[in-house]
């Protein structure tokens, strides 16, 4: 049913896009006018000249779609920003046998969680207001999700360059819905807490931080064991991946803003079996077949069969 009377303000949805939001599950919730996001269009810019986005070549397609959400959806008007914790209380060993995993793909995929709330928000959306355009957005649509999160107001940017909360800390997973509606925004961004702050810069093994915000995709953990399609990693990676299989999560366990995570509410991120630490040898006996149905609905699925089992080979090598 429609809200068509005088009391359906920009003021009124936002507030009732907020509580449904609330509602799905979500943890955080803003909502920013949807404009061209022109500092960050020369800073990303800056970044792929620079060549530190390694193999993630989708990022060079179409930059000026990724900081212009009415180049996705020309009628949008607003952007709502929201933030999922996934922090589950289990902590990695450092067994040589095995691999340590990100804690981002512990449990079930992101963007099929984050994915399914979006869309379930959209739809009840659509049911107050039927002339709602609007596009669900996770991580892979050319939508900057760390930025319009930080403009809607749910954190900063960190100098890992990883969005932090000051309720949750890291922790969260990002999406967006980009709206025809013309809703009320948050006051604004939040300010940078990281102060003087290195910690991040300091722990990463490999150097990836090149300088405050900025990370050198080529010397990240992270980027070598998802993204790398190459048979081997690179030397200066992969003497330094300090047991990591899967992904890396060292900046975000050095960051003190983490002393505030919270364990989810949400029971799809608790960790499925071996998803912690993985036993290298299975990871090395694995399948096609045996892959799929291990790892089915999981991010892990993003390494490929090839790339998580070159993972294990380059750590047990570097063990033995």
Partial sequence: MSNNSNNDTPASRSRKIKERACAEGFHLVGIVKADALEL????????LERRLHGEMRWMER?????????????????????????YTPHKHTDEPSTGK????????????????????LLAWIKEQWPETEGKVCVDIQPVMDKVWAER????WIGKHSNLITRERGSWVFLGELI??????????????????????????????????????SNRCISHATIELRAPEIPDDVSSNLK?????CDICQDVCPWNRFE???????????????????????????????????????????????????????????
């Fill in 179 to 216: 709206l025809n509606l013309e809703l009320e925004p948050d006051a604004g961004r939040v300010e940078d807490h990281c102060g003087t702050c290195t910690l991040c810069i300091e722990a990463c093994p490999t150097k990836a931080i090149v300088e405050p915000y900025v990370v050198d």
């Fill in 101 to 120: 995993i990100s804690r981002y793909a512990w449990g079930d995929n992101y963007h099929d969680v984050v994915g399914e709330k979006l869309k379930r």
């Fill in 62 to 86: 179409e930059p000026e779609k990724r900081t212009d959400p009415r180049l996705v959806l020309p009628s949008t008007r607003s952007v709502v920003a929201v933030a999922l914790n996934y």
């Fill in 243 to 247: 047991g990591w299989l899967y992904g």
């Fill in 262 to 320: 919270q364990q989810t509410d949400e029971s799809r991120f608790e960790p499925r079996d071996n998803n912690v630490n993985a036993n290298l040898s299975d990871i090395l006996e694995l399948t096609p077949e045996t892959y799929a149905e291990r790892f089915r609905r999981s991010a892990i699925k993003r390494a490929k069969l090839t790339g998580l089992q070159r993972n294990a080979r380059t750590l047990v090598e570097h063990k033995a």
């Fill in 40 to 47: 960050e269009r020369e800073r990303l810019q800056e970044w």
């Fill in 152 to 155: 809607a107001g749910l954190g």
